[in-house]
């Protein structure tokens, strides 16, 4: 079997040669250089070309479609920056409610001791997860017994020789602190899922691995209006009241896109947050779709996996 042939690698090009690229091979309309320069060198060709030009850019032409200003790159790639912001705010919103129902909920029904969650046989540490609980328990042990980064830690240890649950899901990461949860006991885990009032114990996980990779995204600065995660959200009562698009039994959006986002923020935040949230998200979406006159709004909505009707999500009753 022979190995597929690799393609020449990319020369290096200076500013003025990308921009000329830009303009006499691809078709792009750069009247401002100085403006160009300044971005490329902002941003980078790749974070900002490569990373925002697929929905002016016809693949088969190897162009911009016709008309397509550099500005017009720019203003989706800064749009793109709000709602990193945005999402990341409210996804915070909701790991700070998990960490502190997590840490009442395991103190309650045992104790505030280190101990008790170094404890293998206070999570459901049956034989599909017991490696895992295992490798979960040596994370919670090294942070509470050799953590230094952080000096509540650190008080905590030297001053009580221990330190209590609340304390230490401060230091957890988003995945981590979703990991723990799905290794609960059944019955902690209902506890803690009653807070969120239209969303079971099994649902919750779902959610969480989801926003987990929505999470690592905003964080790490990445592409998200287009972003797709590997995992689905579950059905929900909006899926069908929006009436989503499907195909056979499964919808097309909604799922594992932004959307999913939305309709995981609509589930698990607070009626006032979720309307805030809403509010500001039209409106950067607004302000983006006044900023450029070469993408329609129908194909706009389609990236990010919205339904045209998507501002009706918080009319229905769940």
């Known amino acids: 079997m022979t190995e597929k042939a690799l393609k020449p690698i990319k020369p290096f090009l200076n500013y003025e040669e990308q921009i000329k690229n830009l303009i006499e091979r ?19 060709y790749f974070a900002l070309i490569d990373g925002y030009k697929n929905l ?19 203003a989706l790639y800064e749009f793109d920056e709000k709602l990193r912001a945005l999402i990341f705010q409210y996804l915070c919103h909701f790991e700070q409610k998990m960490r502190s129902l997590i840490s009442y909920h395991f103190c309650d029904t045992y104790s505030e001791r280190q101990e008790d969650y170094l404890d293998a046989a206070h999570y459901d540490n049956s034989g599909a997860t017991k490696k895992k609980i295992a490798g979960l328990i040596a994370i919670l042990d090294r942070e509470a017994k050799k953590n230094t980064d952080h000096e509540y830690v650190v008080y905590q240890r030297k001053t009580y020789g221990n330190v209590p649950m609340w304390v230490i899901m401060k230091t957890l990461t988003f995945g981590q602190m979703s990991k723990m949860y799905s290794f609960l006991t059944t019955s902690m885990k209902t ?58 039994n ?67 009753k769940l």
Not at 28 to 40: E, G, N, P, Y
Not at 58 to 66: A, F, I, V
Not at 191 to 219: D, G, P, W
């Open 56 to 74: 002016f850019y016809n693949p088969m032409t190897r162009k911009y479609r016709e008309g397509t200003t550099f500005e017009d790159i720019v």
């Open 26 to 44: 691809k078709g792009m309309v750069i009247t401002d250089r100085k403006f160009a320069t300044s971005k490329l060198e902002d941003i980078s």
């Open 250 to 316: 499964k919808y097309e959006c909604g799922k594992n896109d932004l959307f999913s986002v939305v309709i995981a923020f609509r589930m698990l935040l607070s009626k006032d947050d979720f309307a805030e949230f809403k509010k500001s998200l039209n409106q950067i979406m607004n302000q983006y779709m006044k900023k450029t006159s070469n993408l329609s709004q129908d194909i706009f909505l389609k990236a990010m996996g919205f339904p045209e009707n998507w501002k009706s999500i918080s009319r229905y």
């Open 191 to 248: 506890k803690i899922s009653i807070h969120f009032e239209h969303v079971s114990e099994k649902e919750l996980i779902q959610y969480m691995k989801v926003l987990t990779l929505y999470r690592n995204v905003c964080a790490h600065n990445e592409r998200l209006f287009s972003y797709k995660s590997r995992y689905d959200i579950p059905d929900t009562v909006l899926h069908k009241k929006m009436k989503l698009p499907q195909n056979g």
